[in-house]
């Protein structure tokens, strides 16, 4: 469970739903979601657009998850 209290993740983690914060550091402790690097540091960019290179990428890595 997420809370307030966690270690911060991503420099735009304020701007993550609520609804998403759980999901988000679940996938990022199991090293599925990285993040990406820019000016700011780490983020997430909850608004960003996520190509199919993106998706694709996402899928190889939540498959060997799904086995366990």
């Known amino acids: ?3 307030a209290d966690d270690t911060k993740t991503f420099a735009d983690e304020s701007q993550i739903s609520d609804w998403a914060k759980n999901d988000v550091k ?7 979601i990285k993040g990406i690097n820019n000016d700011d540091g780490l983020v997430f960019s ?7 290179f993106d998706a694709i990428y996402l899928i190889e890595r939540i498959i060997p998850l799904s086995k366990n």
């Not at 679940?26 to 599925?32: P, Y």
């Not at 909850?46 to 199919?52: E, H, K, S, T």
Request: charged letters at 10%; a neutral charge.
């Open 1 to 3: 469970q997420y809370s």
């Open 26 to 32: 679940l996938l990022s402790d199991a090293g599925v």
């Open 46 to 52: 909850p608004q960003g657009v996520l190509n199919r």
